[in-house]
């Protein structure tokens, strides 16, 4: 079983919505932290959001804040991106990580999912 899902991604215009979901696996995290990440073509991976176990500390990078939300339902051991205003420099595969430490804004989480590929079109 893998430790951690993404699903969601797909093709949409600009100024549509998405909803990233990233499922992790109570086998493997017991409390995690959880961070999304993208990589557009050409360009470095970036971090665009991330959320600590609780839900009470929340990050994003400039160019999302204000049309991405990023939240969780630990019941599910779900956490979600929602994705608003979709832009064509949205476009990029975006990575769920996950650890069970802080919440942390750098790419030093130790598992990541396979990414969803999330493209927008003008």
């Known amino acids: 079983q893998e430790q951690l899902v993404e699903s969601g991604g797909g093709l949409v215009q600009a100024g549509d919505s998405l909803r990233l979901s990233c499922t992790y696996s109570?086998?493997?995290?017991?409390?995690?932290?959880v961070g999304w990440f993208r990589r557009a073509l050409g360009k470095d991976r970036e971090f665009v959001a991330a959320?600590?176990?609780?839900?009470?500390?929340?990050y994003y990078t400039d160019y999302v804040k204000g049309r991405f939300t990023i939240s969780r339902d630990n019941a599910k051991n779900t956490v979600y991106l929602q994705m608003n205003s979709l832009k064509p420099e949205d476009t990029a595969v975006y990575y769920c990580?996950?650890?069970?430490?802080?919440?942390?804004?750098?790419?030093?989480?130790?598992?990541w999912g396979q990414g969803t590929q999330v493209t927008v079109s003008s």
């Open positions: 990580a996950a650890h069970d430490g802080p919440v942390t804004k750098r790419a030093s989480y130790d598992y």
């Open positions: 109570r086998r493997t995290f017991s409390n995690p932290a």
């Open positions: 959320i600590n176990w609780s839900g009470l500390n929340t």
